[in-house]
């Protein structure tokens, strides 16, 4: 079992920045995978970016360039660094951990973006 809480979000301008966190705890011997999903109103949930089992990252191409990830090596906390937002980066974000073929979900972070 594992248990995911995220925080950081909240309303940030255009063009603006903002860190989501996410800590994990529980039984983190087999994550392999963990990550960032978000759901605009109306549209599906959708990656947003992704660690590897080696932690190395892979993007969702609408937010190359502007979001990194990044984890630690113990995968108990993993960051959503989001930079030169815009309204269409507003969503839900969860966070996600993979293990032993579950895939766990924490209870989502409201991004909104606007000026």
């Known amino acids: 079992q594992l248990q995911l809480v995220e925080s950081g979000g909240g309303l940030v301008q255009p063009g603006g920045s903002l860190k989501l966190v996410c800590a994990a705890s529980?039984?983190?011997?087999?994550?392999?995978?963990r990550g960032w999903y978000r759901q605009a109103p109306g549209k599906p949930r959708e990656l947003v970016a992704e660690?590897?089992?080696?932690?190395?990252?892979s993007y969702a191409d609408s937010v190359k360039g502007r979001f990194a990830i990044s984890g630690d090596n113990e995968k108990t906390v993993v960051y959503l660094q989001m930079n030169s937002v815009n309204s269409e980066d507003t969503g839900v974000y969860f966070c996600?951990?993979?293990?032993?073929?579950?895939?766990?979900w924490g209870q989502g972070t409201q991004v909104t973006v606007s000026s």
């Open positions: 660690l590897n089992p080696r932690g190395f990252p």
């Open positions: 529980g039984n983190l011997l087999n994550v392999w995978l």
């Open positions: 996600y951990y993979q293990s032993g073929g579950i895939d766990y």
